[in-house]
């Protein structure tokens, strides 16, 4: 008898806490990739380093495939933010072109664009 009253208790315990979990950590963990324009070893880390925000969980950018791949919050961001957020630093991805002023101000060894 006593143990079916704990295991009431237990089950209860689960349910809410499952509960709580699903209303209060408001994070819906996604992952993504999609190209990126880069040269250089600093392109690497300046497109690295603009993705080092709150609620982008991790990034990586793969120079010779021109690919970036980032685990966010996608209850925060939406796919579009982030091509937005890499191409104000200067680099062009498949949705959205840099600013040509950005752009010309990258040093000459990050001009990826062709002349
Ligand atoms: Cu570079």
Redesign the pocket.
Known sequence: MKNKIKNIYIGLFVIVSSLSCGILSKSQKATTSFSVS??????TN?IVQSLDLKDIYSSYYDLKAQKVFITYNALVYKEDQLHNIIAAVGHDTEKVKADNIVYSN??D??KYREE
């Not at 880069?38 to 392109?43: A, D, I, V």
């Open positions: 880069g040269k250089c070893e600093m392109c300046r990258l040093p060894c990050c």
